[in-house]
Structures are given as structure tokens and as C-alpha cells.
């Protein structure tokens, strides 16, 4: 048995020299931080990404899932293909053609969820110091992957229409001259999480032929496709491309999140590496939950339930929207999403939306600050408001609290020049979503 370095188990933590150096790019996210504060009964959380899943069909799922387990249990609870189960890949297929992309079920790899789809793609393809390409701002647990496995990411900044692919060629350009690799370019053209922003069709075409025109790869995320509002469902940059788009899908928005089902779509070399990762990581994804989702797709109107949740979430949108017009002070300016769950805030010059964190608990409501959704330190007068899972109602309630903190916080500057920030409320232990 060794003997414990003195002077390593005296500090907090025995272990601090053990972690591998990969451990030191693991962070709270800026979502799951807010989670304690944001889940408080009096709080309006317009924090957390959490879909509103209450208007399911849950007689039918149980009794079509208990039907499952009575008739096929010991296959079902069992483990299963590293790459996942046949019909369920051959069912998502059915899904991703209504945003155009034709695919083969060989092409699949079932996930963990995007996020480890994401995972998996990031652990094939990245090495450390190698360069991520990103939107301007962009999704917090993408940050988190990459950060993981110590690639370097470069924002690429966006406009109403997406990521600008004039950004895109200088940002490559810039990287490949100083000797680095653009690994992939990492893109939600689908109301962006945290912006809320449709990439456009005209803008797609210009991105893939830019991605055409530099060899790079473009990961595509798509968990919010289906969710529009008043347009149809825009099509997919894979259905554009399918040798330079690695395509990520996911059941979370769609159906439900506790299944922990995604997807990736990739051309056969990589999806021969995704399925050895995943063989590695989890030996198969879950098998209980895809068969669950394929009786689901099977046995239940799937696509009405999507039209409900487009129905409701555009409801909710449309509270937030109100909310915002009659509470925000000259000079807040906001995005408009045609979809999604998120709308992306601008303050007034001079605010800072984390010191404004602490002021807006104590005025009850939630909302990410923007910086978490930037790796460089930007985002500081943004902030991301979700508006998938309160009522309508507490919606338009929360706009009002926010406008009140945004009004005190005006004050305190005008009175005395500057504000002391009444504590953060980052820090705070608790799992979440994001
Ligand atoms: N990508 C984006 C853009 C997301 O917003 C989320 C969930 N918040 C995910 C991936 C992960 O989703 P899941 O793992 O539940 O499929």
C-alpha cells in the first residue's frame, strides 16, 4: 500500500494531483447552476430548458410500454446492438424526412441523447488544441463536450439569417495559417439554443458550399427542427450535403427527454468509428427506451403530439413576447424565434446581465446569464430566457419582475454611479437540464 503525500491529503480534496488534465475543461454549466434558485415555487424560471411533456398520452405509453415488457421483457431488458435497434433506426429515418434528408438506417448510430452524440463525434474526431468553430453564441453542453476533451473553440459571429460564412472563411483561414486544424464547425440552424435564431435556406446553401469549398466538416444539431411555429419544417443542411454534414437528432423535444434517445447520422466511415465509441462507452445505448420510442412511434399519433407542442410552445413564445414589449426599458432589444424554446436578450448599454442575476432572484424570476453560452468572456449584457416551460401566464408575470429588477438596478446606478451585486447565485450544487 502507498502512503499518502503529507501534503496532499491535507487539503480538500486527496485526489486535486490525480485528475487528468482533460478533468480541468469540466464546469458547472451556467444552466445546472441556476437550477436550485430557479426550481423555487415563488420563482419564475425562465432559466431552464426543461420541455413541458405534461400533455402526453400517458395511458396509452403505459399501457402500450407495459404491453412491451408482459410480451417481450426478456428481450427487451437486455443488452442490444452497439449501434441500436434496427426498426428504431429505420423509424428515424421516417422522422428525418420531413426536414428532407433521405438516409439509410445503416447510416445511424443510436445516442445516449444528442449530448452524448455529440460526445461521441467530439471523442472521434478532436484532438487536444485542435480548433471547434462555433455560432455567436451557442449551446452550453456543446461548450462543455469540447471543453472536455481540450479543443479549442473559435466563435464565428452570426446575424438574423445565422452563422455568416464570411466569418466562417476568415476565422479557417486565420487557424490553418498559425498551423492549427479546424476540426469541424459545430451549428443549431434550428432556432438556436440560447438565441433562438433560424439559420435561413439562402444562408444553408451558402454555408454548405463554403464547408464545400474548405473541406470542413459541419456538425449539424438539430433537437429543435420540428418544433416551429408558423413555417414548415426548414430543410436539414444534411439534406443539402450528406458527405460533409455529420447529422445529431434527438427524441428529447419531440417526445421526452427521460428516454434518452438521440441520434447520429454520419457518412460510413464515421459512423464506423461512432459505433466503436459507443461500444466503448456504454457497450449499447439503452434498449429499454428505444424500443419504448418505437412502440411509441408505432402505436401513437407522434406527428399530431408534435402539432400540439408546437400549438402550446407558441403560446408560450407569444406570452414572452407580449411580456417583453410592455416591461423592457428603450434600448433592450430581443430575438423574435419562429420556434424552439429560447429568446435571446440584449440590455441597455452599461447593464451586466450576471450582476443583474442576483437582483432579478430577489424580484422572484430566472434567466441564464449570457456569458455562459460564449468560451471567450463574452455575452455580458445578454441573457437567454426560455420560455418552453411555465404557463403563459407566470410568462408574462416573470417579463414583469425582470422589468422591475432592470428598473432598481437603473436606479441604483443613477443614484450612486455603480451597484454592488447582491451575491451570485452561480456555484449552487444541483443536477439539471440545459
Ligand atoms: N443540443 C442542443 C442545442 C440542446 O439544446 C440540447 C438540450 N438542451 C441538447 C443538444 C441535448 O439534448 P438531449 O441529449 O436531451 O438529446
Redesign the pocket.
Known sequence: MTVPDKRVSTRLDPFVDAYAERTEGLKVSAVRALFAVANRPEVVSLAG?MPNISDLPLKALGSAIGGLIESRGPQIMNYGSGQGEEKLREQICEVMALEGIEASPDNIVIS???????DLVTRILVNPGDVILVESPT?V??LGTFSSYQGKVIHVDTDDQGIIPSGVVAATEMVRSSGRTVKFLYT?PNF??PSGVLMSVERRRELIAVAQELDIILVE?N??GLLTFDLPPQPALRSMDADHVIY?G????TFA?GF?V?WVLAPPGVLKKLVLAQESATLCPPVFSQFAISEYLSTCDWKGQIEQFRSMYKQRRDALLRGLEDHMPPGTSWTHPEGGFFVWLTLPEGFDSDQLSARATSHRVAYVPGTGFYADGLGSRNMRLSFCFPTPERIYEGTRRLGEAIAEEAELRATFGFVNPCGSPSGLPAPG??
Open positions: 430548458g445516449c441523447g444528442s449530448q452524448q452524440g455529440l449551446y453542453g456543446a443549431i438556436n439554443n444539431d433537437p429543435y445529431l434527438s427524441f428529447s423535444k427527454p434518452r438521440g437540464e440545459s
